[in-house]
T-cell receptor
Framework: KAGVTQTPRYLIKTRGQQVTLSCSPISGHRSVSWYQQTPGQGLQFLFEYFSETQRNKGNFPGRFSGRQFSNSRSEMNVSTLELGDSALYLC????????????FGSGTQLSVL | GESVGLHLPTLSVQEGDNSIINCAYSNSASDYFIWYKQESGKGPQFIIDIRSNMDKRQGQRVTVLLNKTVKHLSLQIAATQPGDSAVYFCAENRHNFNKFYFGSGTKLNVKP
């Protein structure tokens, strides 16, 4: 069974630009969560999607958004990029119930210059 | 945010020794816990989980202990191998679907 796939693996953008990251969950998984990982703040929850609906949201500004498609694939978008948005963005998938293990992809490393 | 990552503590052990990695969690309402291993350039990899109605759970070479009284979680790795070198994170869930709060991580160095 293929794991969680994230594309692209690396991205370099400049301040003010916007970016879209993609995530394909494990087949059969209906929940996709996004996390931001930085050396200073560690792993922080961005949001979770289930059945094309945002089910949970972390404490990030509205510049961070996401969506989920009918095939459970998900995208997240960051608009008006800031230097502080440089991070590893991780996608995790799960079956969709509560309190269950998450399976992570390798992440997208975003650098904002 | 809920997860604060400052200086990453490091645990150095000799190959073959047992390792114990500790984690203090913040909320007594948390009822599900996971240990993840993250190698350089990769995403976190599931190791073992435990629910709040248990005190101990064992896997292959790993054991997780949960002390709800002092809100403490530990991961024990038996006969540590060089391939165990990585950063280890604990994560807690407060019965809030898949919104997990991660600890700041511990780097494990295994010396051959």
């Amino acid at each position: 069974k293929a794991g969680v796939t994230q594309t692209p693996r690396y991205l370099i953008k400049t301040r003010g630009q916007q970016v879209t990251l993609s995530c394909s969950p494990i087949s059969g998984h209906r929940s996709v969560s996004w996390y931001q990982q930085t050396p200073g703040q560690g792993l922080q929850f961005l949001f979770e999607y289930f059945s094309e609906t945002q089910r949970n949201k972390g404490n990030f500004p509205g510049r961070f958004s996401g969506r989920q498609f009918s095939n459970s694939r998900s995208e997240m978008n960051v608009s008006t990029l800031e230097l502080g948005d440089s991070a590893l963005y991780l996608c995790a998938s799960s079956l969709g119930t509560s309190n269950e293990k998450l399976f992570f992809g390798s992440g997208t490393q975003l650098s904002v210059l | 945010g809920e997860s604060v990552g400052l200086h990453l503590p490091t645990l150095s052990v000799q190959e073959g020794d047992n390792s114990i990695i500790n984690c203090a969690y913040s909320n007594s309402a948390s009822d599900y816990f996971i240990w993840y291993k993250q190698e350089s350039g990769k995403g976190p990899q599931f190791i073992i989980d435990i629910r709040s109605n248990m005190d101990k759970r064992q896997g292959q070479r790993v054991t997780v202990l949960l002390n709800k009284t002092v809100k403490h979680l530990s991961l024990q790795i038996a006969a540590t191998q060089p391939g165990d070198s990585a950063v280890y994170f604990c994560a807690e869930n407060r019965h809030n679907f898949n919104k997990f709060y991660f600890g700041s991580g511990t780097k494990l160095n295994v010396k051959p």
